[in-house]
């Protein structure tokens, strides 16, 4: 399961699980409640178990897992993160088990690209019993900034490709940008580092959207078609970027409406 999605499974008689549908969802759908309640957290339909990964820069990721069985849960958690300007993982964590009815919450502070659920097994607690915490692979650990400096290079695209058509307060940008570059010199890094781990994120983002670098050899023919396809990415993306960074775009309704009138066009 990929950060923004949610995943709902659904027990056979022989206990295996199926999973019956994926989700796209937002920060709001994995958060706890405001006041610490424990009211309306739990959505999932009566015999399914939900799982929803999602993440944001002011929040790290969350994994909400929803247990709508009659029957407790316990499962084993596996994370995938970005870093070294590659996907590392996955790797296990610990997790809670779920008593029936009830959800709870894993978070960690980096941001996780996927997590992989397995062991999904019979539980009897009724209340949520967590293992000894898990610490990070050394080499994520150390590889930290330059995750955060890939992360706030994939950022720094979205900023320049959604100011088209959103209204995008680059500021927000550069106050990130600057308090990274403060923090990585003060623990040796150079320019050159800096720059190379912006470009490591560039490059990823321009791929997730569908950007082509290099025309050459590209016909009108196929120029439509990746355009045409571009456009629902960038505007999926343009979203995530409001969710990461609080306050990095608004008036998403107007953006996304100019989106879909430039998609209209390649049609």
Same mark, same amino acid.
């Given at each position: 399961?990929?950060?923004? &999605?949610?995943a709902t499974l659904r027990q056979n /008689?022989?206990?295996?699980?199926?999973?019956?549908?994926?989700?796209?969802?937002?920060?709001?759908?994995?958060?706890?409640?405001?006041?610490?309640?424990?009211?309306? @957290?739990?959505?999932?339909? *009566?015999?399914?178990?939900?799982?929803?990964?999602?993440?944001?820069?002011?929040?790290?990721?969350?994994?909400?897992?929803?247990?709508?069985?009659?029957?407790?849960?316990? #499962? =084993?958690?596996?994370?995938?993160?970005?870093?070294?300007?590659?996907?590392?993982?996955?790797?296990?964590? =610990?997790?809670?088990?779920v008593p029936p009815g009830m959800a709870?919450?894993?978070?960690?502070?980096?941001?996780?690209?996927?997590?992989?659920?397995?062991?999904?097994?019979?539980?009897?607690?009724?209340? $949520?019993?967590? $293992?000894?915490?898990?610490?990070?692979?050394?080499? *994520?650990?150390?590889?930290?900034?330059?995750?955060?400096? &890939?992360?706030?290079?994939?950022?720094?695209? !979205?900023?320049?490709?959604?100011? $088209? #058509?959103?209204?995008?307060?680059?500021?927000?940008?550069?106050?990130? /940008?600057?308090?990274?570059?403060?923090?990585?010199?003060?623990?040796?890094?150079?320019?050159?580092?800096? +720059?190379? /781990? #912006?470009?490591?994120?560039?490059?990823?983002?321009?791929?997730? @959207?569908?950007?082509?670098?290099? *025309?050459?050899?590209?016909?009108?023919?196929?120029?439509?078609? !990746?355009?045409?396809?571009?456009?629902?990415?960038?505007?999926?993306?343009?979203? #995530?970027? =409001?969710?990461?960074?609080?306050?990095?775009? =608004?008036?998403?309704? +107007?953006?996304?409406?100019?989106?879909? *009138?430039? /998609?209209?066009?390649?049609?």
């Amino acid at each position: 399961m990929a950060s923004g &999605e949610r995943a709902t499974l659904r027990q056979n /008689a022989d206990g295996t699980y199926d999973l019956i549908r994926v989700d796209l969802i937002q920060m709001r759908d994995v958060l706890p409640p405001s006041d610490r309640s424990t009211a309306a @957290v739990n959505d999932a339909d *009566a015999g399914t178990l939900r799982f929803a990964l999602q993440s944001r820069q002011d929040v790290g990721s969350i994994l909400k897992v929803e247990n709508g069985q009659s029957q407790g849960l316990a #499962y =084993s958690g596996f994370i995938v993160r970005y870093v070294g300007g590659q996907a590392r993982g996955p790797d296990p964590t =610990s997790v809670c088990t779920v008593p029936p009815g009830m959800a709870t919450y894993e978070h960690w502070p980096e941001p996780i690209i996927q997590v992989v659920i397995g062991g999904v097994q019979r539980s009897e607690d009724t209340v $949520p019993t967590c $293992p000894p915490h898990l610490d990070n692979p050394p080499d *994520a650990a150390a590889d930290a900034l330059t995750t955060e400096g &890939e992360h706030l290079g994939r950022l720094s695209t !979205l900023f320049a490709l959604c100011e $088209p #058509y959103y209204t995008v307060d680059i500021a927000v940008g550069h106050r990130l /940008a600057d308090d990274f570059e403060r923090r990585s010199r003060e623990v040796g890094w150079t320019e050159e580092r800096q +720059t190379g /781990a #912006y470009d490591r994120g560039r490059e990823v983002e321009r791929a997730e @959207v569908g950007i082509v670098m290099n *025309a050459a050899g590209v016909t009108p023919q196929e120029a439509r078609r !990746l355009l045409r396809d571009m456009y629902p990415r960038l505007k999926s993306r343009c979203q #995530y970027l =409001s969710q990461q960074v609080p306050g990095a775009v =608004s008036d998403l309704e +107007t953006g996304d409406r100019r989106l879909d *009138a430039a /998609a209209r066009r390649y049609r």
